[in-house]
């Protein structure tokens, strides 16, 4: 629930998490900006109808040499343990994901047998499978099907790979398989939507991924013990009307895959990193030695306890022990975000590796917490009297696995545990590098295409400061602030509120940034200077509403599903709809956002805010329903046109995927025993080299697995 997404929408440089921090000169250079990577001049290689579809954005490693080797080392462990799970978002994905990737990349192993058109249909379809992990929108949960491939191709590839005795890792071999996986990956009507929410369905019946056995309803699953449905590491299986959980672990379901990764990380245990520790002396003087950390020790400990054994309860001990753990290289891996599971319970599986940039003024911000609590516009009785400050941090990623990439968020906050995040808080996490990559790929052309002539300026002096701010006060003071009302006595209000929850919660931690953001604390941790201040705001809210503005024309259909831009949706929905400082004008035929009173509008976000945070603390299921039904579920016909026709005219992407560092072991042999002596990175790997190393890798268990194989 905690994510904070590089949407599509942020293509156009406009959307809340669009543009980077590539500022164009501002007036008053925030901490922040310094910390901006230079820009990756690499290309960017684009896919589907004018490019449009998905652009494949590479990611430096700025730094990363600058690690001392014994930290190098452990992110490579911690890297090929990330490799070795990304198998396991396919299968959560959908039943046939995995064999839909596996018959594709059989068939592309003889690539160079295939006419040039095939070839071209085949490696657009099978690009975007990789960087969704299936053949569903990763963002919108929606099925998409070939566009440049037909069936009669797809076949005669095949066969053509056959005959050539491609290796196909798929059930049956390269023909039977596909005659199975035909109607799943050619025919829109089968299996249509991965995840519905849609109020008034059965969230189960109507899904389409792989954590419920085809024919499961919600009745069924509540018929289960309550510990058994707040599960995060089961799926479902039907036996006869009745569901079964499934756990996952080294055994059980992705049994082959998670024994990798205990392998991995059992490798990187011995790397934890030193820190400093103070020893008083038997004469009373202290001194200063360096100890493994204790936290990130005890934390792979447990993780690696949890994926062989599937006890939840390790999985929350290693969470505790990872929040509190401050180190400089870090990395999640495990069952986290919730949006692919209609239920919002379960877990997708991802993983990543990152190391620590700069933080100071994301720290300054999370120690300031308790002053931002208490100035929340809601009741004082659903303000948190004791704040643990969050964890914030500010890293670079070397990988992103599973749910976490290609396709990657600018941000998270973990875990999603309520009981854990109130005694403990939570880590707040800044991808700068995947961020700034991001935006810079598309914001001048967002800019011109997004705002009124007018307002343009405004947003390339103040656009990238506010863009960031937007993200660190969602994800360091937002999804942390707030308490359950007493009467709910503990019961956690996500599961009171149902489907409706992931929408109130992002949307929460959106109006907590638009909220808070005019306060002078800003100017006081060095965020923006208070002559720039009132600038930065209006450029914040502006871009933000504009960004949604444009990402209705992203959603097809008449619905939006995706958490964050329902939230977004009601937030612009609400202050135009009630006059709140906030219109949308018609110049040339086209729709901007106009501000006209920003402080009007900042008490409509007070508005918003308080009415969510009621919802949240009661555990009030229909009120959430009411309100999202009224401002935060259904497209704008009228945007969706206009956006989706400026979006055309600018060739803008719908989606963006990364192609990240590639990290290279430096092997040395002694007597025979392979041994880590260092690690590289590299850049400018293609993203298909990229995907098929993820597949090679993630199954090696060699040091170096590019080496001559050992005789
Ligand atoms: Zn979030």
């Not at 990798?260 to 038997?282: G, H, N, R, S």
Request: glycine content about 8%; hydrophobic content about 40%.
């Amino acid at each position: 629930m905690q994510r904070a997404w590089i949407m599509a929408a942020l293509a156009a440089g406009t959307t809340l998490f669009a543009q980077a921090p590539v500022p164009a000169p501002a007036p008053t250079p925030a901490p922040a900006s310094a910390q901006t990577p230079a820009q990756a001049p690499a290309a960017i290689e684009k896919l589907g109808a004018d490019g449009r579809d998905m652009w494949l954005v590479p990611v430096e490693a700025p730094g990363f040499d600058k690690l001392r080797p014994t930290q190098r080392k452990f992110a490579y462990y911690l890297y090929r343990a990330a490799l070795a799970g990304d198998e396991i978002a396919y299968l959560q994905n959908h039943p046939k994901a995995l064999d839909i990737k596996n018959l594709l990349e059989g068939v592309w192993s003889k690539k160079d047998a295939l006419d040039e058109a095939t070839r071209a249909g085949l490696g657009e379809y099978l690009k975007l499978v990789w960087a969704n992990h299936g053949n569903y929108s990763h963002t919108h949960a929606t099925k998409f099907v070939p566009a440049n491939l037909t069936y009669d191709q797809l076949k005669k590839a095949v066969q053509i790979a056959v005959k050539k005795h491609a290796k196909f890792a798929v059930k049956g071999g390269g023909m039977a398989a596909l005659a199975q996986l035909k109607p799943y990956i050619f025919d829109p009507k089968v299996d249509p939507i991965q995840v519905n929410q849609v109020p008034g369905v059965d969230p189960i019946a109507t899904s389409s991924n792989g954590l419920y056995d085809k024919g499961l309803t919600l009745k069924a699953i509540q018929a289960l013990p309550e510990a058994t449905q707040a599960q995060v590491n089961v799926r479902f299986a039907k036996k006869g009307k009745k569901a079964v959980a499934q756990v996952f672990k080294v055994g059980g379901v992705y049994g082959a895959q998670l024994d990798t990764v205990v392998y991995w990380l059992q490798k990187a245990l011995p790397y934890v990193e030193d820190e400093i520790a103070k020893v008083t002396m038997p004469d009373g003087t202290v001194k200063t030695r360096f100890e493994a950390n204790a936290n990130q020790k005890q934390a792979l400990e447990d993780l690696i306890a949890f994926f062989k054994t599937g006890d939840e309860a390790t999985f929350k001990k290693h969470s505790i022990a990872w929040l509190q753990t401050k180190s400089t290289v870090d990395y999640l891996n495990g069952f986290y975000e919730v949006y692919k599971d209609p239920r919002s319970v379960i877990g997708a599986y991802e993983a990543n590796v990152s190391y620590k940039s700069d933080s100071t003024v994301i720290d300054k911000l999370s120690q300031n917490a308790a002053y931002f609590e208490a100035k929340m516009p809601w009741d004082a009785k659903w303000k948190r009297d004791k704040i643990t400050p969050p964890v914030a941090s500010i890293v670079n990623v070397l990988m992103e696995t599973g749910d976490a990439g290609p396709i990657s968020p600018a941000a998270y906050n973990l875990p999603n545990y309520a009981d854990i995040r109130k005694d403990y808080g939570s880590k707040n996490v800044v991808l700068l590098n995947v961020e700034g990559a991001s935006s810079a790929a598309t914001r001048e052309a967002g800019i011109k295409a997004s705002y009124r002539a007018e307002d343009q300026d405004l947003i390339r002096k103040d656009g990238s400061l506010a863009r960031q701010w937007v993200v660190y006060m969602h994800e360091v003071i937002g999804h942390g602030s707030g308490q359950p009302d007493a009467s709910l006595a503990g019961a956690d209000p996500a599961t009171k509120i149902g489907p409706t929850y992931s929408a109130l919660e992002e949307c929460r931690a959106d109006c907590v940034a638009l909220y808070q953001f005019p306060d002078p604390k800003l100017e006081e941790i060095g965020a923006v200077s208070a002559a720039d201040h009132a600038d930065a705001y209006k450029a914040m809210l502006l871009q933000y509403l504009t960004g949604q503005l444009m990402a209705n024309g992203l959603v097809e259909g008449d619905t939006i599903h995706e958490a964050h831009l329902r939230g977004r949706q009601l937030v612009l929905n609400y202050l135009v709809d009630n006059q709140k400082g906030v219109q949308v004008d018609q110049v040339d035929g086209h729709a901007y956002v106009e501000i006209t009173d920003l402080a009007k509008a900042r008490e409509g976000v007070g508005e918003v805010l308080t009415k969510l945070q009621t919802i949240k603390a009661m555990g009030d299921q229909a009120g959430a329903e009411a309100f999202f039904g009224q401002y935060g579920t259904k497209v704008n016909k009228a945007w969706h046109d206009d956006a989706k026709a400026r979006r055309e005219a600018l060739q803008l992407p719908k989606e963006k995927a990364f192609v990240f560092p590639k990290l290279v072991p430096v092997v040395e042999d002694m007597n025979g025993r392979q041994i880590l002596k260092d690690v590289k990175v590299e850049t400018g790997e293609s993203f298909e080299d990229q995907m098929l190393r993820v597949e090679a890798w993630g199954k090696s268990r060699d040091l170096d697995p590019t080496a001559a194989p050992k005789k």
